[in-house]
């Protein structure tokens, strides 16, 4: 099926959208630099797997190559002069500080137990006191970690096995009563808001929910460059009857233009700002929680490429390995290589490598052993190690003598 924009087409608005193809330097990029790409991305996904390093590091890696981590840790993880701000977003995220007025919304609905999980929402309801207590404590206590809290109960273990500390913790972060303040070895400490954003921000005024919802709506369509309304709500994980308004407010006010995408199904929107590039040359290592395959299925219908995190899947039942990176060549995903820092042996470890049907696999073996040599140089690990597994693994290993100098 033919479209307005032709499956190609498609693909390099995504890219540039995001922020890839650009020419990369291996001179550290500092905080200015990152902050352009925050800016276009408006958020970094937070996710505590650390098999690599920590998910909301890898997407400015993958559009700017080597960067100086400590310079975004002190803009987004300490608990001053932050740049960004945690709420839940796309899942769990570091959002620039200019969008906290557009984000309050689910705040506010938090307040009133909607929009939250039901765990929390009956929390909310029967443990006022609890919860009026544990804020008086940060009040007088200041940043605040969940060791830190005079209730010493201990949770099970994982995601739902927390204690009651804590899920009053989660409680009044989702209500934006409390906010994260600092990580230290990426534990949060939460404070109270007015001891964390800037006054100026707190001072903006609140937009109203639909003003809201068309804003996000706007910032999604920037940060895509054209998507189905699924691909655009999931953005910033709007509810679904606010996004459908705001998606037909966004085309009545010319934000989003309905196209046709060669071979989708569904509608497609063009953001009005989005360009189109006669060629993306990108080459890029990327995350599973990186906004480019965030949504698998986006993913296949972009770049007819199948992808599913299999960090969750039994080992036996594995196809490409535990934490798999999809390799960005061109304009296509080429390849995918399940990675490992083993940091006390100083070793980026290629565990599986694999490359798919359509490529020249001289040329990805290539291109993909100086992306891993360039990680590797990034994360201060001096040695790669690649093992025999996977379709590109003979290749990647007969050019590892070059990976290693």
Known sequence: MKGDLSLTEARRIALAAQGFGAARTDTASGWATQAREIKRLHLLQIDSVNVLTRSHYLPLFSRLGNYDRAALDKRTLSHKNRATFECWAHEASLVRMELHPLMRWRMNRALKGDGIYRSMRDFAHTEKAYLKNLLAFVKSHGPTAQSDLPDKSKGEGGWWGWSKGKLALETLFAQGLLTTAKRESFERFYDLPERVIPSDILALPTPGERESMLHLMDLSGQALGLGTAFDLRDYFRLPVADAKRALDDAVAAGILKPVTVEGWKPQAYLHRSAKIPRAVNATALV????????????????????????????????????????????????????????????????????????????????????EIKRMANWLELPKVEIKKSGNLAKALIAIKSDISK
């Open 287 to 370: 995350t599973p929680f990186d906004p480019i395959c965030w949504d698998r299925d986006r993913t296949e219908r972009l770049f007819n490429f199948h992808y599913r995190i299999e960090l969750y899947t039994p080992a036996p039942k594995r196809k490409f390995g535990y934490y798999v990176l999809p390799f960005l060549m061109g304009d296509r995903f080429a390849g995918r290589v399940c990675l490992k820092a083993d940091r006390e042996t100083g070793t980026l470890r290629a565990n599986h490598v694999h490359h798919e049907e359509f490529v020249d696999i001289a040329e990805v073996a290539t291109r993909m052993s100086a």
